[in-house]
Each structure stands twice: as structure tokens, then as C-alpha cells.
């Protein structure tokens, strides 16, 4: 197994911090960034630090001078990058009509634009490798949208689309793009759920005012009889990793909760897009 250089982005807990400590004991140089280093996630940083083969970064994921600068640092020490795994986001939830446009807009620059300025950071280091990973991690919701995460599905469901063409668009050049779409998991982010910030409209709503508390309760009821295990998204991403160049799957769901029904959505969509990738003239981009 050659040693990669792995970049992780939202590190300091969750799926982040497990793939973080998995993938560097493996032998592979990850480059794990979070925020805040020197603040609230010093203890984080200093403890993920102390991990051999770990180098944490102190990253803004809404700026995009810190994000070159994070991977300029890498290039400068590594003279490469052979995995990007965009892992950071978080979580607003609420009737959508209790969203601000400040929420819209903060919710989509971590969700979607942020992963994308790593993308731009890290194409021009792979495409002169010609060879490289980047993995998305996108959610179930991704897919479909639940009531009252209505915005926070809108984040995911942009970064897919970004992450299905791109797929396409730079397998030739050696490098795969990869969605991964966890489930509900017992992570941090979960209990860190935020809400939207207008809260005029909530009389209006009154009549389905309980249904966010059935949700709660519904999902803690399946997470007791599951109980999935975090670990699961990490070693999938592990799998990718390891994978061959070029047999990487476009999406892997990871959900044993609700995960067959988006497995099921996946392979309808599959089923036609080679086809209608051909109508459009493209269909050699499908090899």
C-alpha cells in the first residue's frame, strides 16, 4: 500500500475526527482541518496533533484565502494531494419558511460552497498528478428532502449535483469524485442542531407544530433499535481509498436505518443516466 496524503476538513468531531485517527493508522499522511484551533477546538487539535501522522490545520471553510493557504501549505511539504474528503457541514432544521436568507446563505457556505473551494483548491495538484480522490460526504438527504430539513437538503442536494457532473468531467484526467451519503448517526453534529431564525411564522404552523417532535422521538426510537456506529462512514471511506482508481462508485449510501430506500432511489436514477448521457452526445464520457 503506497502512503497517500489525505486532507480532511471538519476534523474535530464526528465522522471527521474517526477518519482522521483511521486512515492515519493506516500509515497514510492526513492533513486534518478544523477551526478555532487556539480557542474552542484547542483541545481537539492538540489531541488530534498528538497522533502520529497527523498534521492538524487551523482552517476557515468560509474564506478562501484560508482554504489556499491550507492546501498550498500541504503541497509545499508533501508535493501532493491524493485525497480530499470533504467531510465538514452542519445542521438547520425548522419550517422552511422560518428561514432567513442569512440562514440560506450560512447553511449552503459550509454545506456546498465550502467543499467547493477545496475542490478548486486541490484540481490543479491532482489533474498534473493525474490521479487523485475527492470525496464528498453529502447525507440521505441528499437524495430526498424531509419536512423541516427542507434547507439543509437543499445544501446537500447542491453539492451532489456539483459532485455527479464533476465526476464525469474529470475521470479521464485520472481522478475520481465520490458521494457518500450517511444516514443518521449518534455524532455530535446531531446534538448540535440548529434552528432557523424567524420565529413570526410559527403561530401559522400551528397545526403541524408536533411533527418535529415525532421526528426526535421517531429517530431516537430507530437509533436505539439500529444503533449505528459512526465507524461504519469511516471505514467506507477507507474502502473508497483503497479502492482501484477508476471503479470507485459514484455514490455509497451508508444508513443502516433508511438506507435501502435511497440505495433504491440510486439505482433508478443509475438505471437512465447512461442513456440519457448518450442522447446528449456524451455517452463516451460513461467509460
Not at 4 to 20: C, D
Not at 65 to 79: F, H, M, Y
Not at 180 to 205: H, R, W
Amino acid at each position: 500500500m503506497s502512503k497517500k496524503v489525505v486532507l480532511i476538513t471538519g476534523t474535530n468531531s464526528g465522522f471527521g475526527w474517526l477518519t482522521a485517527h483511521s486512515i492515519a493508522a493506516l500509515g497514510h499522511q492526513v492533513y486534518a482541518t478544523m477551526r478555532d484551533t487556539q480557542g474552542k477546538n484547542k483541545d481537539k487539535a492538540e489531541a488530534l496533533s498528538a497522533v502520529p501522522n497527523v498534521s492538524v490545520l487551523d482552517v476557515t471553510l468560509t474564506d478562501d484565502a484560508s482554504v489556499q493557504k491550507a492546501v498550498d501549505r500541504i503541497l509545499s511539504e508533501t508535493g501532493r494531494i491524493d485525497v480530499l474528503v470533504n467531510n465538514a457541514g452542519f445542521a438547520l432544521n425548522g419550517v422552511a419558511e422560518s428561514f432567513t436568507t442569512a440562514n440560506v446563505q450560512a447553511i449552503f457556505d459550509v454545506n456546498t460552497f465550502a467543499p467547493w473551494r477545496f475542490i478548486k483548491a486541490v484540481l490543479p495538484a491532482m489533474r498534473q498528478q493525474a490521479e487523485g480522490l475527492i470525496v464528498n460526504v453529502t447525507s440521505g438527504f441528499g437524495r430526498v428532502a424531509f419536512p423541516f430539513a427542507t434547507i439543509y437538503a437543499g445544501s446537500k442536494f447542491g453539492l451532489e449535483g456539483i459532485s455527479e457532473g464533476l465526476h464525469y468531467e474529470v475521470k479521464r484526467l485520472g481522478i475520481d469524485v465520490a458521494i457518500l451519503e450517511p444516514g443518521a448517526f449518534p455524532t455530535e453534529m446531531n446534538q448540535k442542531t440548529q434552528y432557523a431564525s424567524d420565529q413570526s411564522v410559527f403561530e401559522a404552523y400551528q397545526a403541524i407544530a408536533d411533527l418535529p417532535g415525532k421526528m426526535i422521538s421517531a429517530l431516537g426510537g430507530a437509533m436505539q433499535t439500529h444503533q449505528p456506529d459512526p465507524q461504519m462512514v469511516a471505514d467506507a471511506i477507507i474502502n473508497l481509498i483503497n479502492a482501484e482508481k477508476g471503479t470507485r462508485p459514484l455514490r455509497t449510501v451508508v444508513d443502516p436505518i433508511t438506507g435501502k430506500y435511497i440505495e433504491a432511489a440510486n439505482e433508478a436514477v443509475a438505471a437512465q443516466f447512461a442513456p440519457g448521457l448518450t442522447v446528449f452526445g456524451m455517452g463516451e464520457l460513461l467509460n
